[in-house]
C-alpha cells in the first residue's frame, strides 16, 4: 500500500455551488404555487387582450405574477449576489433592491456565506438608519462576479 494519498484534480469551478440546485433543498417557491402562478398568468393575458383599455392597470400584477411564477432557489441567490455587487451591502438593503423577504434574503446570505461567495463583517457605518455608528453587518462577495455560477 502506497502512503501517498491521491488528490482528484482541481477545476476552475471547485468549491462553486452548482448550477441546480441540490435536491435535499426545498425550494422557496413550491411547484404547485409557480404551477398556479403560470395559469394565472395566462388568464392575465387573456384579460388583457379582452379589455385593452386596461392594459396601463394590468402591467403591474403581469408582471408580478410572472416575476413570483418564475422564482427559483438560483433566480433567487443571482438576484441578492447582483444586489451585493450593485452596493447593497446590509440585510435591509438587499431586501429592498430584490424585493425578497427578511427571512428568504437572511436564509439566502447564510447559504452564501457557508460555500464562501459572500463575506460578513460587522463595521460601524454612520450614514446608515440605524443611528451614527452603530455596528451594523456588512456583506460583500468573496468572488469576481464573473466566475459565479
Known amino acids: 500500500m502506497s502512503s501517498h494519498a491521491t488528490t482528484p484534480p482541481q477545476t476552475p469551478a471547485a468549491g462553486l455551488p452548482p448550477s441546480t440546485p441540490e435536491k435535499s433543498k426545498r425550494d422557496r417557491v413550491s411547484t404547485r404555487r409557480r404551477r398556479r402562478g403560470l ?5 392575465l393575458y387573456l384579460l ?9 392597470l394590468l402591467a403591474p400584477a403581469i408582471q408580478a405574477v410572472k416575476h413570483a411564477a418564475e422564482r ?6 443571482d438576484q441578492v449576489l447582483i444586489a451585493i ?22 436564509k439566502i446570505l447564510e447559504e452564501l456565506e457557508d460555500l464562501d461567495l459572500v463575506e460578513v ?11 451614527d455608528g ?14 459565479l455560477p
Open 85 to 106: 455587487e450593485q452596493g447593497n451591502f446590509r440585510k435591509d438593503e438587499i431586501c429592498r433592491s430584490t424585493g425578497l423577504s427578511e427571512w428568504d434574503a437572511r
Open 134 to 147: 452603530v455596528p451594523v453587518l456588512l456583506y460583500t462577495l468573496t468572488h469576481s462576479p464573473a466566475v
Open 72 to 77: 427559483t432557489r438560483v433566480s433567487d441567490r
Open 48 to 56: 388583457d387582450a379582452k379589455f385593452g383599455e386596461f392594459s396601463a
Open 39 to 43: 395559469e394565472l398568468l395566462q388568464e
Open 121 to 131: 463583517s460587522r463595521q460601524r457605518r454612520p450614514d446608515c438608519d440605524a443611528g
